[in-house]
């Protein structure tokens, strides 16, 4: 099939090699000129992603990018995967959305399967993308991205793809389509099925992180180590399911998915008390880190170099979208610390470089990647760790 994928993101990106690996004729289509230039000659920006199977697939004419939208001209499916954040009053902000179902709108006259793979409430594939679409009698499905960037075990292969169609020839096309690169192919009754499964299970997550870590608050006061006490209930065979506590959630979907399901909740006049409990939870986690780290440095940390160890959200991943870093770094250095960070994966960030590990009072590792310098964090005078990986050291 000749295959477009709108926006060459972590979703976009990755589900243009999956596709383009079953042998389906690929662009990539990104506003982001740089970022075209880059994947055309073979740069992959995305971890888990290898320049050299980007680049086997642009030599065998497979894949290629563009940023000229006219190449969806005559394709046969489109893929929506752009980025669905939220506006400055924690809204959904669906303009991204729009802007790509408007280009399919302007550019795509002969009928196609429009899928949308972007994370939003129920109805929006109905509502805001299916309804925006003028002119031609197109096929609609939603399948929501489930990516984990960095997970080697689970990927767009053999993690069970979600697919719901605004009719049922739009839900058969999708089948052939996801069926040519994805093992199991879940079919549900309509796009809000899929759409609402992919936000509750990241919903799910949110909410249960923030138990955690609200939890890891209580047990700490009571003098009992958290981590030993989620390791003895793990123990148990049935009903309970691991999360672990940390310095808060990041990303482009824990943090920001849930508000897309509580809009909805408020629109149909239904509380989404948990969502709101667990963002507050979450979001006063770098405020509980920070307190911590002062009363374990001896009541004060003024005038004390502290180095934030890991800004990006997660393990051996690039991203610093929503990091619970840049709000511990603020806190610190609003109590006076003077602070600098460091990440082998993220060279700057917020206008500032990654330094040296060596020489600083305080530790904080806020993110461990693989083959961080544990002894120079050890030669630090204080460490505390809120990933729970590094043995014999302060922290969560
Ligand atoms: N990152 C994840 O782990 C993940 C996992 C599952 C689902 N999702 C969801 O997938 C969607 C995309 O997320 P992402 O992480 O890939 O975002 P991203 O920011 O990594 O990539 C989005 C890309 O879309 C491009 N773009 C924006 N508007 C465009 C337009 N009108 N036309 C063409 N390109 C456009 C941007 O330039 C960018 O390169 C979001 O809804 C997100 O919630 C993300």
Redesign the pocket.
Known sequence: MRVAI???????LTIALGAAGAGHSVVG????EA?VTGLNSGKSHIEGIFDKDLSGLITTGTYTASADPTVLDDCEVIVI????PLDSDRNPDLS?VH??SD?ISQHVSIPALVVN????YPGTLRNEIAARIKGVDHLYASS??????GNTTWGTKNTPRLIGGLTPPALARAREFYGSFCDSIIEVSSPEVAEAAKIFENTFRQVNIALVNEFAQIVDALGISVREVLDAAATKPYGFMPFNPGPGVG???IP??PSYLAHVANQVGVPATFIKRANEVNLAMPAYIVKRVIAGSGGSIKGKRVIVVGVSYKSNVADTRETPAAAIIDLLREQGAIVTWHDDLVATWRGESSLSIAGADVAVIVTKHDGVDLAAIRACGYVFDCTGQIAGVDGI
Do not use: K, M
């Not at 995967?81 to 669905?84: C, F, G, Q, S, W």
């Not at 793979?117 to 939003?120: A, K, L, P, Q, W």
């Open positions: 709108i926006g060459q993101g972590y979703v976009g289509f990104d506003v982001n970022l995967a752009v980025p669905t991204y802007s790509a280009l793979e972007s994370t939003s929501p991205e489930r990516v984990d960037p990303g482009h979907c920001v998915d």
